[in-house]
């Protein structure tokens, strides 16, 4: 599993319903760079432009810090995430017993019950 940064400035602003434009006023930063961050197209941020960004969050009343911008999240691999695709659509839910987001019940899972399934699993039995 590979780890890779994301940029969370577009939920943060529609989170908190400011614009790119008052963000871009209140942190003294063009409007260019605020849009380019906003829409992930950077190879890499400054130091100086986070503390900007945090900066002018928190006078438009966001209790903000570096981490609610960036975050690193844990991207799966190729055979990794072929292997959770099948396996999701084979049990018609999440394979690791967790609830797709936003969902408050339990996935039902389609497929014969796990009873008929252990005599082929665990082999003849003594």
Do not use: C, Y
């Amino acid at each position: 599993m590979a780890a890779q940064m994301h940029i969370g400035l577009a939920e943060l602003l529609r989170q908190h319903n400011i614009t790119q434009k008052q963000l871009a006023e209140a942190a003294g930063m063009r409007p260019a760079t605020v849009n380019a961050i906003f829409h992930g197209r950077v190879e890499r941020v400054e130091i100086g432009t986070l503390v900007d960004l945090v900066t002018g969050l928190r006078r438009l009343g966001v209790k903000a810090d570096v981490g609610d911008i960036l975050q690193v999240v844990d991207k799966p691999d190729e055979a990794e995430q072929a292997a959770r695709e099948r396996a999701l659509r084979l049990l018609g839910g999440e394979p690791w017993g967790l609830k797709p987001k936003g969902l408050t019940d339990p996935v039902p899972v389609s497929g014969p019950p796990i009873e008929e399934l252990l005599p082929d699993l665990l082999g003849p039995s003594l």
